[in-house]
């Protein structure tokens, strides 16, 4: 299965390691342990994404290696033999750091656990069957056969506990919690890391929760659980994106929901969460307006103004519905 991606580590001497817009735990943590692990190799690494580490996982790294895309890091991307592209199913959903990729002819290789994977890298190593990307790194890391110290433990046990909602969800496998067991062997911390994430909390977000679950409204016989996050909203709190980053799991506790979609504004467009719960799968519903993800977890970004975003996604996913019941 590594023998490719392997023979790409030993010919060449500098990888650029990069992830989709917007990145979450099952982003940074692959990114940020294969990283630890090429440098103990004698590799040069560059980290970059088009947006900043999100706060809660800054605590993986303090010394702030993962850096945000700028015009003045594009020549030092541009002179990477290789990039590694994690959690992302196409060149896309990189955004300027994929175009600098484009532009510069670089060699790929995409690690990813997307079931809309377009196997666009130069080398594919794509398994949907695996609850998050941070449990294929774990199987390079040992396949190098490189030691997997606490840290690099701790930033892939953040991957995979945040993408299976700290193995409630129904991605969570027994594989998934033995590599889960192997990474508290090597040093990962489950109680601290979960505080880290989650026990951090700040008022802002608070303040910005509060505003949103004032917009929660429900369709299709309270089946589908919908929540909107506005600019003015932001701005009246001081929270940032980050912030509302699991918002869309709120509705979860409720009992009759099977659809939860939170429409977030961002800069030119809508950002559009979509989780199915005991659903029929989003991971089509995503695509068709070009975004991507899993049957129960997708994501799309669409350039419109929300109210019409809204009616558009929410049509969809009532028709969604009726489709699953005939």
Request: proline share 3%.
């Amino acid at each position: 299965m590594w023998q490719k991606v392997k023979s790409v580590i030993r010919r060449n001497g500098s990888f650029l390691l990069t992830t989709h817009v917007f990145p979450d735990g099952d982003a940074i943590g692959p990114q940020l342990a294969l990283a630890q692990v090429l440098r103990k190799m004698g590799k040069k690494v560059l980290c970059v994404n088009e947006h900043p580490t999100p706060r809660i996982y800054r605590f993986l790294d303090p010394a702030g290696t993962v850096k945000t895309y700028s015009e003045e890091l594009r020549a030092r991307i541009e002179k990477c033999d290789v990039a590694f592209v994690l959690d992302v199913g196409t060149l896309e959903r990189l955004g300027k750091v994929g175009d600098a990729i484009q532009r510069a002819g670089m060699k790929a290789v995409c690690i990813d656990h997307h079931k809309t994977n377009s196997h666009f890298a130069d080398v594919n190593v794509v398994d949907r069957h695996v609850a998050a990307t941070g449990e294929l790194v774990h199987g390079l890391v040992k396949s190098l056969g490189v030691p997997v110290t606490p840290k690099v433990a701790a930033a892939l046990f953040v991957a995979v506990a945040t993408d299976t909602g700290w193995f409630r969800f129904s991605n969570t496998k027994a594989r998934t919690l033995r590599v889960a067991a192997d990474l508290i062997d090597r040093g990962a911390n489950p109680d601290r890391l979960y505080r880290a994430v989650h026990e951090t909390v700040e008022w802002p977000r608070m303040e910005l929760m509060r505003l949103v679950l004032k917009t929660l409204r429900s369709e299709a016989n309270g089946r589908i659980a919908h929540l909107c996050i506005t600019k003015e909203m932001l701005n009246e709190t001081g929270a940032t994106h980050e912030d509302a980053e699991d918002f869309v799991d709120i509705p979860r506790v409720l009992g009759s929901v099977q659809l939860i979609i939170l429409f977030r504004e961002i800069e030119g467009g809508v950002k559009v969460s979509l989780r199915s719960k005991d659903g029929p799968a989003v991971d089509e519903l995503a695509r068709k307006h070009g975004g991507g993800g899993h049957a129960k977890a997708a994501g799309i970004v669409i350039k419109d103004s929300l109210k019409n975003v809204m009616n558009l996604v929410l049509t969809d996913a009532r028709n969604l519905l009726r489709s699953e019941r005939n």
